[in-house]
């Protein structure tokens, strides 16, 4: 853990290849199997709805939306992903270098539906992020957030543990209401030097913030894991816990008219 006051560097910028090989390469990436099946259910993307990807990373999420009709729109603040991005993507898709929480790029009330998966975690400013995603979409507007579940994916509080005597695996928290901020290695042992950052919010502090900006919540999925464990003593208890104990919290909020 490093103290709070100080300004880090959460760009995904100097891990960009490693994402997009990750992505584009692995067969069997969450965002593959869970995430992406489960936000065409939600948002149903169409002809004629206006997509905002906020933190789009090199652009996985906002060509599949494109993919299926949308008019989708994807912004990072990393040049590099965005150069990914653009290289794999139709010319039609349009992508911008801009932080999350300073979208110049998008007009007051012009998009139909706004999401960031898995980067609000990673983002200090949190209420600016909210405010911008408020000012750029229409009355009514959807906006989702997917991230790590909070309440069971806290970085260095939480961990998976085995209880001998019950045979038995479990989830350990230490904390949650405290906000935190970590240091998260990419790729240990590989390059163990090459990290990002995670910030650790309580779910209120979402609410709060949501709430602030003139959303309310329509909707809220909670998504576990595809994977199953290989053959062994544990496998039957490990699918089973995998499966009591959330991924990834999904909410859907709405922009009050």
């Known amino acids: 853990m490093t103290d709070m006051k100080k300004k880090p560097k959460t760009s995904w910028g ?12 692995s067969p069997d990436t969450y965002q593959a199997k869970v995430i992406l099946p489960n936000l ?4 149903e993307p169409r002809a004629g709805q206006a997509l905002l990807d906020i933190a789009c990373g090199q652009g996985f999420f906002t060509r599949a939306l494109a993919a299926r009709g949308a008019s989708a729109t994807g912004a990072d603040i990393s040049s590099e992903l965005i150069a990914l991005a653009k290289r794999a993507s139709p010319a039609s898709i349009p992508f911008h270098i801009a932080p999350a929480d300073k979208l110049a790029f998008a007009k007051n009330k012009s998009f139909d539906t706004a999401l960031i998966v898995l980067a609000l975690q990673n983002i200090e400013n949190l209420d600016g992020v909210i405010a911008e995603a408020a000012r750029a979409l229409k009355p ?6 997917v991230l790590n579940h909070p309440a069971f994916r806290i970085p260095g509080r939480s961990s998976w543990n085995w209880d001998e005597a019950a045979q038995a695996q479990y989830r350990r928290v230490d904390a949650y209401l405290s906000e935190s901020r970590a240091k998260i ?4 042992g590989d390059d163990p030097g090459v990290h990002t950052i995670s910030f650790h919010r309580p779910f209120q ?3 709060k ?5 003139g959303f309310v919540i329509a909707r809220l999925e909670e998504w576990n894991s595809h994977r199953r464990s290989q053959p062994g003593p544990r496998a039957k208890e490990e699918d089973r816990t995998r499966k009591e104990f959330p991924l990834f919290l999904c909410l ?3 922009l009050l008219p």
């Not at 100097?14 to 390469?25: G, I, Q």
């Not at 913030?209 to 900006?213: C, M, T």
């Open 252 to 254: 859907e909020a709405r």
């Open 40 to 43: 065409l259910r939600l948002l």
């Open 209 to 213: 913030a949501l709430a602030k900006h």
């Open 205 to 207: 502090v979402y609410m």
């Open 14 to 25: 100097k891990v960009a290849k490693w994402y997009d090989e990750l992505l584009e390469k």
């Open 140 to 145: 009514g507007g959807r906006f989702l957030i």
């Open 185 to 188: 290695e990419m790729h240990p």
